[in-house]
C-alpha cells in the first residue's frame, strides 16, 4: 500500500493542523503510525493507532496536544495537531505495521513509508 501525507503548512506558535494520510489501497490490516522527522535529527515516533480496536499511543512530547484517527472505510489515517509548538517543526510521515509491537513506536516495525509533508511552527 502506498501512503501520501499532506494537510502540512505554516503556522503559529498556539495553532492548529490536520495532517491527513491517504492509502491507496485498504489499510484495514494495518496498524497506523505517524513519525516525524526535524532537520539535523532522527525521525521520531509521534502516534499510532491500532488497524481495528481504535487503540492509540502518543510520544510524551504530543500527548495532549495531539490527536490521531483512522477511516478504514476512506483508507485514510488523521492526524489532528493543536497547540502547536515551535519544536513541532518536522516533516511528517505517515506509515503502516503489522507487527503487534507497533505500539512500540520503533521505526524498524512500520514499512511503506510515504512522502511526508512540511510543518512549520513559527514562533
Known amino acids: 500500500v502506498q501512503l501520501q501525507a499532506s494537510g502540512g503548512g505554516l503556522v503559529q506558535a498556539g495553532g492548529s493542523l490536520r495532517l491527513s494520510c491517504a492509502a491507496s489501497?485498504?489499510?484495514?490490516?494495518?496498524?497506523m503510525g505517524w513519525f516525524r522527522q526535524a532537520p539535523g535529527k532522527e525521525r521520531e515516533f509521534v502516534a499510532t493507532?491500532?488497524?481495528?480496536?481504535?487503540?492509540?499511543y502518543y510520544a510524551d512530547a504530543v500527548k495532549g496536544r495531539f490527536t490521531i484517527s483512522r477511516s478504514n472505510i476512506k483508507n485514510t489515517v488523521y492526524l489532528q495537531m493543536t497547540s502547536l509548538k515551535p519544536e513541532d517543526t518536522a516533516v511528517y510521515y505517515c506509515s503502516a505495521s503489522s507487527s503487534v509491537a507497533y505500539y512500540s513506536g520503533r521505526d524498524s516495525l512500520y514499512k511503506n513509508w510515504g512522502q511526508g509533508t512540511q510543518v512549520t511552527v513559527s514562533s
Open positions: 493507532i491500532h488497524r481495528s480496536d481504535g487503540s492509540t
Open positions: 489501497g485498504r489499510i484495514s490490516n494495518y496498524h
